[in-house]
């Protein structure tokens, strides 16, 4: 289907499908239905809004509106399009920001002013803009689905990859030369395999709630290393994985959301605020352009994605929202790229399901929710993979979702279904958001399923000792729980000095490597190498630690030490680029440690 | 078709006598003309008397409408209904300052009725995210607890999380009273919207705002508690579209007070349990979070307009719980919350604001150099790690005895006390500067040794810790 229409603009089809017959916020009935089709785009009254047909029923039909309904009454007409609620797909994407079905907000900011106005229809992608194309097939040469015709550099760094639609094969017929070209125009026609000739321009349609089209699944054990330390060292994520942060509000569901999409090694983010404050997407309308990608040394808005689709914007568009992110993301994946989605927060998603639920009058299961809620969730997620895509490349989308339970409450339905489908988690603690201790990823509650699968990465590209120092850590943090129940049942003095090492290393582990702050320029992200650097430096103050004080020193010794205060403080200290500093640091503790040996020996 | 379309304007404004059923403040028509979803209605009783509505929902057999003044009295064969073709919209201008209304609106001081400069739809519209302009500007309260470690912001919106019988009236209006940005004289106003409240907390305000002289730039839409409880759910939305009308269209810097959101919240809830709708938690409507959000999201500040909406909604937390909806939905919206707890209170600590689950999101960006002082942004932090160290130590007092910490713990113990007393606590009529309230910060730190202070450097140490 989206083939049948990919070189056609959207021309509104004016066929009245029926009218309307009940209003309930963004639900409407439609009644006198003649020729409608599942899923149908369709335009309600003369106000023109949009919708989508999303339940058929003999001569009538639910229609979900993407606006405001204000003023819709019964008797208004209702026009189909003709078409499934598709997104638009080729050059243009990058760098701007959409609504929740992919309206472009800065063109409609440019038409209706500060507030978003109903009815407005604009075009998801730019028609007048020109964008350089480069043929990379000759006529006669036999084009497979889903495979490359061309490219158009979009960006300093990413270069745009025109493929044939996912449903379309043939003999190449002609091919565009060399040149500037709208997203419209034709760069190429081929004699269909099926039959028949077809147009192709650098656009496509594919309709959002389907799943696009790949070869095959590969395993994930390549890390999408974000730069957040307590994820990539404790709780990494694959290339294609999926993620959960949970977390009641304000413990750090966006800053962490934002913390990856700025600084993860993916060649492109979409990053969805899915029922969130207008403001978080302001700040990052305005940081974005302003940073550097340090792998690229350009823009990260050159890199960058954004749906908004506010709390205060029409309901139903919230739901759409997240099914235009994934996408894109699919549509840059099938170009042989590694894609991180962000979703901030799928609960609101889940919220907007259970609202148009409601309004339906379909029964609920769990605290008013529909019954299909898990399977809407699972086939969400199940969009992620690390894939072989129709034409031969490898390409990524990492599926990472913010949930919001209410009261920050895990055992409530969106959490714990949403955990059935992913393999990564990262649970949010009030406890350590109250203490300001950030990102408050709890050690835990948190988990990752890919770890096993991704050591040998990490063995081979960053550090042999990084599997065993991490082991090693987690074994004391664990450790730490224990004792700490001791300790208030009875006091720290109740502990050998031995045990109470271990808080110590503990607390000096929690404050110079697991909390990172987001603010600070050095601390805001770390390399690979700074991390496995800066682990193996408090296993070391652990290990030698250990071994002084069975031989006599002090605790208050060991922490007097000059170079405690220097681990404590290396993370805003050294700068990724230059990490020399470690090597002053991790020398002055061994001389330390030297020293005390040969005192208490 | 086209004739329903053609009817329907014709007949907007028609009038029909006789109602088909009454449930609680819903009223259910049948066979009316085409009646578009959310118009506004006119129902006259057998009296004569008008009250206002809007459409809930709209269908070939029935038109449900929600009457704002409640519906005691309407009987169903003399109730007259009159379909008004358009959304409620609200006259508004710069003249409504100094006035008084009620929660529709209408003037209730005896004044002249009051002449637009333009009527505007009371829902509003979404602000487009691209059209925001990030909020920046210190706002300096004069209270070291906000000012300290959770900044205002101007555009923000910060409400305040209390309970029964607590002082979050006393710290509005204290607010309100002292809040300025430094080094500026801009025009302001304030908007206060009251929502099922008490006659004496309305006159408290009033009285606050007439002391310090500013009632002239005060507009108040007042629905008190015995007024219908239907027209809370309206009171919010017209005092909104005056504050925009006036941030935005008029370059003021607007200050929204409403008091109490957790009666807007119980009337939605009524509502919704009338109408049969599918309950998520304790009875509240599943969109009780996007309802919210189309109020707090109508602060903030647009590019290239002077004026802005900072908002500080109260709230009563029930039973003090956190967790209840009011307050969880609230602040997954909010830019922050201002939380009380009534342990301090207790104490007789004013403003009784919880240390630890307090938060201004917006201040990360607003404080610092060049706008509060260079020291602050790690000050702040410094005092929010050692306070929480404190309540840990509390508890294992609470359990081992103070005799069995150690001497670093008893150091902490003694910062917290000080912490309370000195930087927390403060006078009602008390007004800090920044700078005052960054000094009180590092005297009461120094309670702690300097290895503790993790998260300030060397420099700052230097320059405010030792001295
Ligand atoms: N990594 C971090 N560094 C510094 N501050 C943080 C960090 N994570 C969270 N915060 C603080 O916590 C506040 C709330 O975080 P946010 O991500 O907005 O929470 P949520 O989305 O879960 O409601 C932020 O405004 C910020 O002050
Ligand atoms: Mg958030």
Redesign the pocket.
Known sequence: MSSAISNLDMVMNERIIGKVKRVNGPVIEVMGITDAEMFELVRVGRQNLIGELIKLEADSAVVQVYEDTTGIAPHDPVFGAGMQLSAELGPGMIGTIYDGIQRPLEAIYEKTGIFITRGVTVPSLDREKQWHFVPCVEPGAHVAAGSVIGTVQETENLEHKILAPPTVSGVLQSVAPEGEYTVTETVATIERDCGGMQDLSMMQRWPIRIQRPTKERLPLDIPLITGQRVIDALFPVAKGGTVAIP?????????????VAKWCDADLIVYIGCG?RGN?ITDVLTEFPELIDPRTGRSLMERTILIANTSNMPVSAREASIYTGITMAEYFRDQGKHVAILA??TSRWAEALRELSGRMEEMPAEEGFPAYLPTKIAEFYERAGRMETLSGDQGSVTIIG?V?PPGGDFSEPVTQHTKRFIRCFWA?DRNL?NA?H???ISWLESYSEYMQDMAPWFEQEVNPEWFEDRTEIMELLHKEVRLQQVVKLVGPDALPDTQRFILEVCTLFKNAFLQ????DKIDMFSTMQKQARMMHIIVTYWKRGQEAIKNGATLVKMRKLRAYQDIIKMKFTVPNEDLSGLDKIEARLERSMDQMEALHS | MESAKENRHLLAGREYVGVDRIDGPLIFVKNTHPVGYRELIECVDKDGQMRLGIVLESSTDAVVVQVFEGTAGLTLPDTRMRFCGEPLNLPVSKEMLGRVFNGLGQPIDGGPPQRGDLALDINGMAINPIARQYPRDFIQTGISVIDGMNTLIRGQKLPIFSGNGLPHNELAAQIARQAKIRGTQTEFAVVFAAMGVKHDVARFFIRSFEESGVLDNVALFLSLADDPSIERLITPRTALTLAEHLAFNEDMHVLVVMTDMTNYCESLREISTIRGEIPSRKGYPGYLYSDLAELYERSGMIKGKAGSITSLPILTMPNDDISHPIPDLS??ITE?QIVFEREMDGRGIYPPVAGLPS??????DGIGEGMTREDHPHLASQLFAAYSYVKDVRNLASVIGEEELTPLDHDYLEFGKHFEQKFVSQRQDEERSIEETLDIGWDVLRSLPVEELHRITEEEIEKYYGG
């Open positions: 977390g009641g509000f304000g413990t750090g569901k966006t800053m962490t959301q934002q913390a969130e978080e901030d927060s913010a919001s949010l958001a300001r950030y990102p408050a990172q702050n987001a603010y | 602040g997954y922050g938060l201004s999101r917006l201040m990360k």
